[in-house]
């Protein structure tokens, strides 16, 4: 099919559905059938309607063209470099969205010693918290999500769901949840041990030996923050 016969099909497709919210009135938008087909007709709308190509994109310009008008928001909600945020972006989903969660196995055996043990903790989870969560629970809890890759278990110190920072306002909670952490850090304008403590929960070691997954990761970071300042 042609661009311009997508365009027209998807059009159409979408005045019917303005003239239906418009003309239909509550009562009948509260009908299931007419709900269903609403639905139906904006699953099929998603398929004609063209979203911008990410094909040849870097994690820079991805990063830009996903999150970078909400990253700017949320910077000034709570008070952080957007251009750091955006170096974190690249650095723990290279841009892409929607990002899948990764799974911590280390994590998972430490959340079920705390689980088991009473009087036991790791960072803020205490054994009071986990002690009748459910292995599935705990996986959840040992996933890190969103653009920032939150660890699961990060939304007890938000008072939050697991579905709140992996969902619509994930980069929201991610945000506020650095700020609550380590907002000192970058309001000192120490980004290395910003990135340092994003990734590995410390800060960076005097030694000069990282201790990120990646050696590099802060060194990345340092230099994406710099392409962002542009």
């Known amino acids: 099919m042609k661009k311009q016969e997508k365009k027209i099909i998807g059009f159409s497709l979408l005045s019917s559905i303005v003239i239906l919210t418009v003309f239909a009135g509550y009562e009948l938008l509260q009908n299931e059938r007419i709900l269903h087909l609403l639905d139906k007709v904006q699953k099929q709308l998603e398929v004609y309607i063209e979203k911008p190509s990410t094909i040849g994109l870097n994690a820079t310009q991805l990063t830009d063209l996903n999150y970078g008008q909400e990253i700017e928001e949320v910077a000034v909600k709570y008070g952080l470099p957007a251009n750091y945020l955006k170096a974190l972006v690249v650095l723990e989903c290279s841009g892409n969205k929607p990002v899948e969660p990764r799974f911590e196995k280390h994590i998972f055996r430490k959340l079920k010693n705390v689980r088991s043990t009473k009087g036991r903790y790791y960072e803020k989870v205490t054994h009071e918290i986990l002690h009748d969560a459910s292995d599935a629970a705990l996986k959840n809890l040992s996933r890190s999500w969103g653009p920032f890759q939150l660890m699961g278990y990060k939304c007890l110190q938000l008072n939050v769901l697991i579905n709140d920072i992996r969902g619509e306002d994930a ?49 990345k970071g340092l230099k994406y923050m710099n392409h962002f300042r542009k």
Do not use: C
């Open 171 to 219: 980069l929201d909670w991610g945000a506020k949840w650095i700020q609550m952490e380590y907002g000192h850090l970058l309001e000192q304008k120490r980004f290395k041990d910003a990135f340092h403590y994003h990734n590995s929960g410390r800060l960076f070691p005097a030694d000069g030996i990282p201790a990120t997954h990646d050696p590099k990761y802060v060194e």
